[in-house]
């Protein structure tokens, strides 16, 4: 597998901590948004999605909420383990006419979990 | 299932040089994308395949070709690396063009002299 570079801004949490990571978006058009997880050496990994009418969304300890006003979404963690550590990817979705869609992909967070 | 997997895992060319990036899943999905991944820039798309016979340019499609002859391959060609070509890239597949929760492979590391 092949590891993503580290020109990344870092998000230092505590085992047991809550973690928010945060990210902005531009087109007012896309309608859904994705996050995605990346550990070393791997592949991109999806976790959840949200439509864009509406602001939050539930996962298995994972919420993601979604500020249509200032264009702004965010992915919290619950009780965040070791585990969780990886580079973290907002995505949003562009409809290029028909059945076509394009995922555009955020520079990513890296969520650094210390022990 | 082994989900989606690239060969090879890494690769160093010579400018000018051509190889091809192979991309197998075995998910009987219809989508396949092929992204660059470059430190700061996320992942971008530079074709994508809608289809068993049929492509289509992504974002940053300049330098590479690809072809889609078998619905489980995905085939990135690069005719005549370049430096700039420099990346890791992965390959995606997804079971159809509204689904955004895409399955990547394990990425190849290219590095173009």
């Known amino acids: 597998g092949e590891s993503v570079g580290l020109h990344l801004p870092t998000l230092s949490v505590q085992e047991g901590d809550n973690s928010i990571i945060n990210c902005a978006y531009s087109n007012s058009a896309s309608d859904y948004f994705i996050w995605y997880k990346q550990e070393s050496g791997k592949g991109p990994q999806f976790i959840i999605d949200i439509r864009s009418n509406m602001d939050k969304r539930q996962g298995q300890r994972v919420t993601v909420l979604l500020n249509k006003t200032v264009k702004h979404l965010s992915l919290q963690i619950a009780a965040t383990q070791p585990g969780d550590s990886a580079v973290y990817f907002c995505a949003e979705n562009k409809n290029y006419g028909g059945a076509t869609n394009k995922l555009i992909f955020g520079t990513g967070t890296l969520l650094a979990v210390q022990p | 299932n082994a989900g989606v997997t690239q060969t090879p895992k890494f690769r160093v060319l010579k400018t000018g040089q051509s190889m091809t990036l192979l991309c197998a899943q075995d998910m009987n999905h219809e989508y396949m994308y092929w992204y660059r991944q470059d430190p700061g820039m996320g992942l971008r798309l530079i074709h994508y395949?809608?289809?068993?016979?049929?492509?289509a340019k992504g974002e940053v499609p300049d330098g590479y070709n690809v072809s889609r002859l078998k619905k489980q391959n995905f085939l990135l060609g690069l005719e005549s690396a370049a430096p700039s070509q420099t990346s890791v890239y992965f390959c995606a597949s997804s079971y159809r063009a509204s689904s955004y929760e895409q399955y990547f492979g394990p990425g190849t590391r290219l590095t173009v002299t």
């Open positions: 395949s809608v289809g068993e016979g049929t492509t």
